[in-house]
């Protein structure tokens, strides 16, 4: 039997942030023909821009020109939508007007899933801005008194994925997850993000690791690549698994 096509939202702090860390999940999602939705807070114009920033003459409005291109180009070929705020960085902030759109984002969009970042990273208070105001948006739009156009959500899964100094973050791996068969899909998606390109080699190396630690805890042998990520809320179910 077919599986059921579900809805995954990925909460996005910086236009970067989906495709390092969670390209892999994106594109396997698509891949099974569920609906994938990117909602970006902030296309990192003033903080994860390095790489444009060094080009003689560039100015704010061609850097945030082109990493609403890299990262529209990156979605489309990961299989995703993209709703950008423009909310600006380092550092992020959140109003009242955007804190309702994001809940406007969820309601429309009725996620089964949501990725997102840890709750503190100490490099980038952005990140832990994004977790805060999508745990924070989730339960208005839980909420049946909040009245809307759209419906209140359910409950759905909040996973995070895996920052980039996991150490420093108090990141523990609960989900290894085998993104072997669309590897090539996240790299041709990471080799769009011109601006932080020193990166991709970085996630690359990351995503083998992963892929031989997945190996080392039952996974397959055929796996060679793989995304860590965190489970917020329990699982349900009937099995010792």
């Not at 690359?204 to 690791?209: F, G, K, P």
């Not at 995304?227 to 917020?232: C, D, F, I, K, P």
Request: aromatic share 6%; charged share 25%.
């Amino acid at each position: 039997m077919a599986s059921e096509k579900k809805s995954v939202v990925v909460f996005s702090a910086h236009s970067g942030d989906f495709v390092w860390r969670a390209g892999g999940a994106i594109a396997t999602a698509a891949q099974r023909g569920d609906d994938v939705h990117v909602i970006c807070l902030s296309f990192g114009e003033r903080g994860e821009s390095q790489g444009l920033w060094r080009q003689e003459g560039m100015t704010m409005e061609k850097v945030l020109q082109k990493r609403r291109e890299e990262a529209t180009n990156a979605a489309e070929i990961l299989g995703a939508s993209t709703d950008f705020l423009d909310l600006g960085d380092y550092p992020l902030h959140v109003d009242d007007e955007a804190f309702n759109r994001v809940v406007d984002l969820l309601r429309a969009y009725q996620p089964h899933t949501i990725l997102t970042h840890v709750a503190n990273d100490p490099y980038n208070r952005d990140h832990n801005m994004a977790h805060e105001t999508l745990l924070r948006a989730r339960m208005v739009a839980q909420a049946m008194g909040h009245q809307t156009e759209n419906p209140p959500i359910g409950a759905p899964q909040v996973l995070m994925f895996e920052p980039h100094q996991p150490e420093m973050c108090g990141f523990s791996v609960d989900l290894l997850l085998d993104i072997t068969e669309v590897f090539d899909t996240k790299r041709r998606a990471m080799e769009c993000m011109g601006a932080q390109s020193h990166l991709i080699e970085y996630y690359t190396d990351l995503a083998v690791r992963r892929g031989v630690q997945a190996v080392r805890n039952g996974g397959p042998k055929s796996i060679t690549h793989a995304e860590a990520h965190a489970r917020l809320f329990p699982v349900v179910g009937r099995e010792l698994v």
